[in-house]
């Protein structure tokens, strides 16, 4: 295995028991308002200094992007890991089991080793870039299909940016009349990954942060997928906006949603 790759699931790994063993005590977890419709909990804060307290004692220079306030800059700024310790935060503390552990580590700005635990199923994705991506170390590949018919697609809504509502409904409503069903179970690394596991066929969302996907991305392309922002460029990192898919239903999603994008949204 990867030394770093090594390394991500160890971290993973420590942090998917303390979120096993909080959602075990559900009463005990203390939950906070960030901004409308965005939570923290304790168990999200211990949970993602055990990933940075790992790490560094393999790796004390790198830096570090951590969705509840781990951003810490090291002496080597080349290697940044980029942490969601707890993405699915509504669900884990609603008792929804649907969660997950996301790790990703860039490399001068390119995603080269990615992890995405899930603890209640305990199952383990993962990627080296170009060493292709496993599910509990057995190969993964996005799914086949050549057309929507048939397919299962994943979103998640826009709720933090309700101003897209629109656009956002309209792109909702041009794929549910192609495709076969929808899914929004509300964790977008899980999303990502099933997208790598041939599980769910499409994904695609608005205003997503790089936590959110730096782990999920490197797996959908270790697995034959492809990811681009909304209009089929490369700038999903700084939009926020996404699209995954095998290339043919990626080339038919983007088509389809073009006529509802704002000049925002393209950009």
């Given amino acids: 295995m990867h030394p770093m790759l090594t390394i991500a699931v160890r971290a993973a790994r420590k942090a998917g028991h303390i979120i096993s063993r909080g959602f075990s005590e559900l009463d005990r977890v203390t939950v906070e308002n960030k901004t409308e419709n965005d939570f923290v909990t304790n168990i999200d804060k211990e949970a993602e200094q055990a990933i940075i307290s790992t790490i560094q004692q ?3 220079d790198h830096s570090f992007i951590g969705e509840e306030g781990g951003h810490q800059t090291g002496s080597n700024q080349e290697y940044v890991w980029v942490i969601d310790p707890l993405d699915g935060t509504s669900n884990f503390s609603r008792g929804i089991p649907h969660f997950c552990v996301s790790i990703a580590l ?3 700005g390119k995603t080269e080793v990615a992890v995405v635990y899930d603890p209640i199923r305990d199952e383990l994705f993962s990627a080296v870039r170009g060493r292709g991506a496993q599910l509990n170390e057995f190969k993964i590949r996005v799914a086949k299909k050549k057309e929507m018919a048939g397919t299962i697609l994943a979103t998640g809504f826009p709720f933090k940016q309700k101003h897209h509502y629109d656009a956002y409904i309209g792109t909702f409503g041009a794929l549910f009349k192609i495709g076969g069903d929808i899914r929004r179970a509300g964790a977008a690394a899980l999303d990502l990954a099933y ?7 499409v994904f695609w969302e608005f205003g997503l942060k790089p936590w959110d996907t730096a ?5 959908v392309r270790e697995a034959g997928g492809m990811v681009t922002d909304l209009v089929g460029g490369h700038n999903y990192f700084q939009s926020g906006n996404m699209v995954a898919a095998n290339p043919k239903l990626l080339a038919i999603t983007l088509k389809e949603i073009q006529p509802f994008l704002t000049p925002e949204l393209k950009k």
Avoid at 195 to 201: C, L, T, W
Avoid at 215 to 219: H, N, Q
């Fill in 58 to 60: 393999s790796y004390p």
């Fill in 106 to 108: 860039r490399v001068k």
């Fill in 195 to 201: 997208v790598a596991a041939g599980r769910y066929d």
């Fill in 215 to 219: 782990a999920g991305e490197l797996l």
